[in-house]
């Protein structure tokens, strides 16, 4: 992980095909996507240049190369903005990160919200959740750790039949909040483990795919309640570093949010936290 700039520009650039950007085809292409001189010839840039980008012998591109880059490229706006991330000079880690800790207040918040919360650190291991999460996922309880589950456990994908898109667009958002810190051990010992554990993962996370989460839909497939198609909401929580609150919440009056009533009514505890 010690060049992320240059692995990034080399997973983007083979995903972009010569026709895309107006260049023709000719020829045996050794290489997917764009060649480097390509690319370089495109942006405005030497292809000297370029090559040290992608090698990592220049650190420090200036605001106009990497917008050039990125329109070749192709990148929206939360991958150009993840470009210009890399490209910044990074501070050494100096320790350890402090231990996870859910403010009181929160936990208060999740005792007394009507729909499935749960509360992940930057690794999406899950810190707390309250009863109505688990009853709508036991993939949401404390404890679980929600990529290595989405990855590795068979009922991900019953609970999930949207799992290809859920999978690719959760692996686009860890990209975007954790790319960028390639000295934190935990976060590579897990990356490490999912790419051995599952070929879907490590395809997805060598593509270097960005996308920054927010809100989302998708459905949930629950044994007994069905299909319930949700809307998600992710909100960082201020104060305390990589937190994360997700909400899972339906369109009031449709079918989802009254099979999710139904489910909170059986559940009989919705609003009892599920403790850590």
């Given at each position: 992980?010690?060049?992320?700039?240059?692995?990034?520009?080399?997973?983007?650039?083979?995903?972009?095909?010569?026709?895309?950007?107006?260049?023709?085809?000719t020829g045996l292409r050794r290489v997917k996507g764009l060649r480097r001189e390509e690319?370089?010839?495109?942006?405005?840039?030497?292809?000297?240049?370029?090559?040290?980008?992608?090698?990592?012998?220049?650190?420090?591109?200036?605001?106009?190369?990497?917008?050039?880059?990125?329109?070749?490229?192709?990148?929206?706006?939360?991958?150009?903005?993840?470009?210009?991330?890399?490209?910044?000079?990074?501070?050494?880690?100096?320790?350890?990160?402090?231990?996870?800790?859910?403010?009181?207040?929160?936990?208060?918040?999740?005792?007394?919200?009507?729909?499935?919360?749960?509360?992940?650190?930057?690794?999406?291991?899950?810190?707390?959740?309250?009863?109505?999460?688990?009853?709508?996922?036991?993939?949401?309880?404390?404890?679980?750790?929600?990529?290595?589950?989405?990855?590795?456990?068979?009922?991900?994908?019953?609970?999930?039949?949207?799992?290809?898109?859920?999978?690719?667009?959760?692996?686009?958002?860890?990209?975007?909040?954790?790319?960028?810190?390639?000295?934190?051990?935990?976060?590579?010992?897990?990356?490490?483990?999912?790419?051995?554990?599952?070929?879907?993962?490590?395809?997805?996370?060598?593509?270097?795919?960005?996308?920054?989460?927010?809100?989302?839909?998708?459905?949930?497939?629950?044994?007994?309640?069905?299909?319930?198609?949700?809307?998600?909401?992710k909100l960082a929580v201020l104060g305390a570093d990589g937190l994360q609150l997700v909400?899972?919440?339906?369109?009031?009056?449709?079918?989802?949010?009254?099979?999710?009533?139904?489910?909170?009514?059986?559940?009989?505890?919705?609003?009892?936290?599920?403790?850590?």
């Open positions: 992980m010690d060049n992320e700039l240059g692995a990034f520009l080399r997973a983007r650039r083979e995903l972009v095909h010569p026709e895309d950007v107006g260049l023709r085809a690319v370089a010839l495109l942006a405005g840039i030497s292809a000297e240049y370029y090559l040290r980008l992608e090698q990592g012998r220049d650190r420090n591109p200036s605001a106009q190369v990497l917008e050039a880059v990125a329109r070749v490229l192709r990148l929206d706006a939360d991958a150009t903005a993840y470009l210009r991330e890399l490209a910044r000079p990074q501070p050494r880690r100096r320790g350890p990160r402090s231990v996870e800790e859910v403010p009181a207040g929160l936990r208060m918040l999740l005792d007394t919200i009507n729909v499935p919360a749960f509360v992940v650190n930057r690794y999406r291991d899950v810190l707390a959740a309250n009863a109505l999460a688990v009853a709508l996922s036991p993939l949401m309880a404390p404890g679980t750790n929600r990529l290595r589950v989405l990855f590795t456990d068979p009922a991900a994908r019953e609970y999930h039949p949207d799992w290809e898109d859920n999978t690719a667009s959760v692996v686009a958002q860890l990209r975007a909040e954790t790319g960028t810190d390639p000295d934190d051990p935990r976060l590579a010992e897990l990356i490490a483990e999912l790419s051995q554990a599952s070929d879907r993962f490590r395809r997805l996370w060598a593509r270097h795919d960005v996308h920054r989460g927010g809100s989302g839909s998708g459905t949930i497939r629950h044994p007994h309640a069905g299909d319930l198609s949700l809307r998600r909401e909400m899972y919440h339906a369109e009031p009056g449709s079918p989802s949010a009254e099979a999710l009533a139904r489910l909170a009514a059986q559940s009989g505890s919705a609003l009892d936290t599920v403790p850590r």
